[in-house]
């Protein structure tokens, strides 16, 4: 079964960065962020497959936002760099049941618990 477990949320202010974490304990899957902002549907981040060779980012993210994978630590990261108050969300990590990345948050099967990343002055 497999586990995922977010870290690195908090309080950042705009224009700031964070590191988020996540951890698992299969590497069979590709990996990929998604978040919730406060009264809105989820929506994807990035995505990163599971042998690392294919990235995908959600437009609102291109550029300030990159997904890596650390395969000695069994650890997906998600470093935010400029972030702004539209970033202010719950996010959470999540799998399909593929190593490859499809875009859809229906091909998300596995979900940890999330991490809150609040962007203000």
């Known amino acids: 079964q497999l586990q995922l477990s977010e870290s690195g949320g908090g309080l950042v202010q705009p224009g700031g960065s964070l590191r988020l974490s996540c951890e698992f304990n299969l590497d069979y899957y590709a990996i990929g962020w998604v978040r919730q902002p406060p009264g809105k549907e989820r929506e994807e981040v990035a995505c990163?497959?599971?042998?690392?060779?294919?990235?995908n980012y959600a437009n609102t993210v291109k550029g300030r936002f990159t997904i890596s994978k650390d395969f000695t630590k069994n650890t997906v990261f998600l470093q935010m760099n400029s972030l702004k108050p539209e970033d202010t969300a719950v996010y959470y990590c999540?799998?399909?049941?593929?190593?490859?990345?499809?875009?859809?948050?229906?091909?998300?099967?596995?979900w940890g618990q999330g991490t809150q990343v609040t962007v203000s002055s």
């Open positions: 999540a799998a399909p049941e593929s190593m490859s990345c499809h875009p859809g948050l229906s091909e998300y099967q596995h």
């Open positions: 990163v497959s599971n042998s690392g060779g294919i990235i």
